[in-house]
């Protein structure tokens, strides 16, 4: 089998039915609409809905059980109202495009969720002109929700039970299915598929996709036509991300010069604290001036519409170095994640050739390249054979599909193995 970057893996029967995940692939991944439905309501069930999202999250509770207990909590509301809060979720940009180019290519399309009511979903495929269309079933009341759903897509392997039903309707073989998906959720899919192709993907879907596609919707269709190589594009906004990313390397200097360790540390949570609150504002339609446009100038196409967590989870990383580690190493590992992140991320993406079966988002050249400027960086403030070790534990955090942000685990990880050294 070629290697992702230069052709399609090839199947025992030609692709003809693309399957996606609607959640994270034509919907920001952070904006879910049952959570947008509770906005004006009490902070207890707003506080209900994140407990169970994040014990859902932890694997706590299946899937069914928490979308019970979250739509139980939806009682009474308006069929209308959960329309109007569906149509302002901004779709992720080129969407409509990549159903349009797949419409072309002649190939046929189906949306699968299991986090939005059926008669949303296929409001959505009708708009997207996609052939078929699967999502949980609600039961109402007078044009309210009775809090009461049902269907396939709501079961552990319901989504596979759902695609089914739709390669029995068209007489397709499974190999003959692509996936796009983004998460864990969509694992019965991605084992049901001949082909598959993470888009923007968590750590379990980047490792067992065929495919990764970072950002970019028109490159699915690439993919699709079997044989056209996928491009290294570098944008602008990928420079000014990573640039933002390296200017890290000025905070060992600052402690040195200026200001002390704890300082800066508090300094960095406060300027956290605000961020977040620029961020909340940012995506419900209010801009803060400088850093709303800070924000929109590094952020990706897909982060445009999400509350955009990185710079949260690199100001932490950043502050807590500062706190728990010897001045020098926590100075060496500041500058392992400065300059061996955003190295190996801008680099990698312009002459990443090798990617990583464990990772396809990852190249070996992007690594090789961000350890040997982690090392040069990190020799400023240890001995060479320290820097070595922490590069080193620094970048193998860059490279691993990790469910926690590297930008929080490659400071800490790099400045404990220089640390216990």
Not at 164 to 182: F, N, Q, R, W, Y
Not at 262 to 267: K, Q, R
Not at 372 to 379: C, K, N, S, T, V
């Amino acid at each position: 089998m070629r290697e992702p970057h230069e052709h399609i893996k090839m199947t025992s029967l030609p692709i003809k039915l693309i399957v996606f995940d609607v959640e994270g692939v034509l919907i920001a991944k952070s904006r879910f609409l049952l959570f947008e439905a509770i906005r004006g309501r009490s902070f207890r069930v707003f506080m209900k809905f994140a407990v169970i999202g994040i014990m859902y999250t932890l694997g706590i509770f299946q899937l069914e059980q928490a979308l019970r207990i979250l739509f139980r909590s939806l009682k009474g509301t308006r069929v209308e109202e959960l329309s109007e809060e569906f149509s302002d979720l901004p779709l992720m940009p080129g969407s409509e495009q990549l159903f349009k180019d797949l419409k072309i290519l002649g190939f046929k399309t189906a949306l699968i969720s299991s986090g939005l009511p059926d008669f949303l979903v296929v409001n959505l495929a009708r708009r997207f002109g996609a052939d078929y269309s699967s999502g949980i079933e609600v039961e109402t009341s007078d044009g309210a929700l009775t809090g009461e759903i049902s269907g396939h897509v709501i079961k552990e392997r319901g989504k596979a039970i759902a695609l089914e039903g739709i390669l029995a309707s068209e007489g397709l073989s499974p190999e003959s299915c692509t996936l796009v998906a983004d998460d864990l959720n969509n694992l019965p899919l991605l084992n049901l598929c001949g082909l598959s192709v993470g888009f923007n993907p968590d750590h379990v879907i980047s490792r067992r996709a065929d495919y990764v596609v970072m950002e970019d919707l028109s490159e699915i269709p690439r993919i699709l036509s079997r044989g056209a190589p996928l491009e290294n594009r570098i944008s602008t906004n990928n420079v000014i991300r990573e640039a933002i990313h390296a200017s890290a390397l000025i905070i060992p200097f600052v402690c040195i010069y200026l200001i002390d360790n704890l300082t800066v540390a508090m300094l960095l949570f406060i300027a956290v604290f605000i961020y977040s609150v620029s961020e909340f504002l940012r995506i419900n339609g209010t801009n803060v001036p400088i850093i709303s446009c800070i924000t929109q100038w590094a952020a990706n196409e897909p982060e445009i519409h999400e509350f955009n967590t990185a710079p949260i989870t690199y100001a932490v990383g950043i502050a807590i170095s500062l706190l728990i580690f010897p001045s020098r190493i926590g100075y060496a590992a500041i500058t392992v994640l400065a300059l061996g992140d955003s190295s190996a991320s801008i680099l990698g993406k312009r002459y990443g050739k090798i990617k990583f079966q464990f990772n396809k988002r990852k190249s070996l050249e992007g690594s090789v390249i961000g350890f040997f400027i982690a090392f040069m960086g990190a020799l400023l403030f240890v001995d060479p054979k320290t820097a070595l070790v922490g590069a080193a534990a620094g970048i193998l955090i860059e490279a691993l599909p990790l469910p926690i942000d590297d930008n929080l685990l490659m400071p800490l990880l790099a400045g404990a193995s220089m640390y216990l050294l």
